[in-house]
T-cell receptor, first 112, second 115 residues
């Protein structure tokens, strides 16, 4: 399953399928990007990050892709599991700044 | 515990009351951030501390909001004369690094409801 950015804030996928969550970031001067997972009633939890000098980074079951030309970030989750159900936020940091700017978020739901 | 601790987890205030929200960051973490998260939205930056110094308060929505971290550890976010639009979850996060790249560890937040 794949969403096409902020126009589709909810993504439903079948358990075991791969999920792709997209994010359009706002500032070409951003040099660091993070994906967070937020479960209901909890704070955001770090998933994976990527610097602007990279275009791909892999973690355990997750991959982040960065396309600076079109200011696009995506999170791929392999073999989606029920525990992956949450809201996923991308966040960007302006070069030299400290604060993170978060996107709207995408709710990922897993169908059994 | 080893994580960021926030209290209270839930706070109900009548409009016009003052509230104080506490954050205990991870021990030794230099950087501390406060974010405000409205229902269904992403977190919005409020303010940033490096040790005891408040280096960025550009996100504080009005002069009713005040944050401090006097000894470079525990931080308090104070909201005076609360309004209904202040209802949100207030998230605290800390980071070991004082540089621009570093993983932020978030607490579970304090949910403020203003009646």
């Amino acid at each position: 399953g794949e969403n096409v950015g902020l126009h589709l804030p909810t993504l439903s996928v079948q358990e075991g399928d791969n999920s792709i969550i997209n994010c359009a970031y706002s500032n070409s001067a951003s040099d660091y990007f993070i994906w967070y997972k937020q479960e209901s009633g909890k704070g955001p939890q770090f998933i994976i990050d990527i610097r602007s000098n990279m275009d791909k980074r892999q973690g355990q079951r997750v991959t982040v892709l960065l396309n600076k030309t079109v200011k696009h970030l995506s999170l791929q989750i392999a073999a989606t599991q029920p525990g992956d159900s949450a809201v996923y936020f991308c966040a960007e940091r302006l070069q030299g700044a400290q604060k993170l700017v978060f996107g709207q978020g995408t709710r990922l739901t897993i169908n059994p | 515990g080893a994580g960021v601790s926030q209290s209270p987890r839930y706070k109900v205030a009548k409009r016009g009351q003052d509230v104080a929200l506490r954050c205990d960051p991870i021990s030794g973490h230099v950087s501390l951030f406060w974010y405000q998260q409205a229902l269904g939205q992403g977190p919005e930056f409020l303010t940033y501390f490096q040790n005891e110094a408040q280096l960025d308060k550009s996100g504080l929505p009005s002069d009713r909001f005040f944050a401090e971290r006097p000894e470079g550890s525990v931080s308090t976010l104070k909201i005076q004369r609360t309004q209904q639009e202040d209802s949100a979850v207030y998230l605290c996060a800390s980071s070991l690094s004082s540089g621009p790249v570093g993983e932020l560890f978030f607490g579970e937040g304090s949910r403020l409801t203003v009646l």
